[in-house]
C-alpha cells in the first residue's frame, strides 16, 4: 500500500499500535497508536548494520505527501551511508552548544561565577553588562561584531550619555569576550584590544 493522505484516513486505533509500510519508499512507515495518534518513520540499517528509526513527523502536523518527500530524501542520505539518525542527534547537540554561547547565557553559565568571585565590583559589573547590553543578550558571542559596539556607543552618545560611562560600558564588554577567547568558547574577541572608535 502507498501511504497516500487518502490511504491514511481509512485507518483507525486498535487496542495495539501497528505499523502500515509503504510498499514504494523501502522503511517508509506509520505507526498507528491506541490513541489514535499517527506517526511517520523511515525504518533503516546504518553502515555498521545497526537498526534505527528516523522519526519523520505525526499526521496532522505534516500530510503524508509531506512526510514521502522526507522519506524520499532521507532514504536517498542512507543509501549514501549517512546515518540520519546520527546527524539529527549531533544537530540538536550543535543548537544546545549554540544556545549556550549567546552573551546571556554566557553571563549566568561562565562570566558571572567567574567574576564575582575574582572581581570585588563583579556583582556591579554583571548588573551593568545586563542594563546596557539588555538588546544583545540572545546574540551569540561570535556575533557579537565591532560595527554592533560602535552602533552601540553612537547610540548612547546620541541618548546624551557622557563618554567616559560608554567607555567602561564598552570596557566590560570587552573584558568578558576577553574571557570568552581565554576559556575557548570563541576563537578571538570580535573587539580586539584597542579602542573602539565611535
Known sequence: MQLTNRAVDTFKPKDKP????????KGFLLR???SGTMVYYLAYRNSEGKKHRYRIGTHGT????QARNVAEKKSGAVALSVDVHE????ERIQAEIDKSKTLKAFIEERYKPWVVAHRKSGE??????KKHFNDMMET???EITLWNAQKWCSERLKEKRKPATVNRNIAAL??????AVE???IETSPLGSGLIKY
Not at 174 to 179: G, S, V
Request: zero cysteines; proline letters at 5%.
Open 87 to 90: 546527524v539529527r542527534k549531533e
Open 62 to 65: 505534516i500530510t503524508a505527501v
Open 18 to 25: 501497528y505499523e502500515v509500510y509503504d510498499d514504494t519508499i
Open 32 to 34: 498507528v497508536q491506541p
Open 174 to 179: 570587552k573584558a568578558l569576550l576577553t574571557k
Open 183 to 185: 576559556w575557548d568558547i
Open 124 to 129: 556591579r559589573t554583571i548588573q551593568m553588562l
Open 140 to 142: 551569540p558571542l561570535d
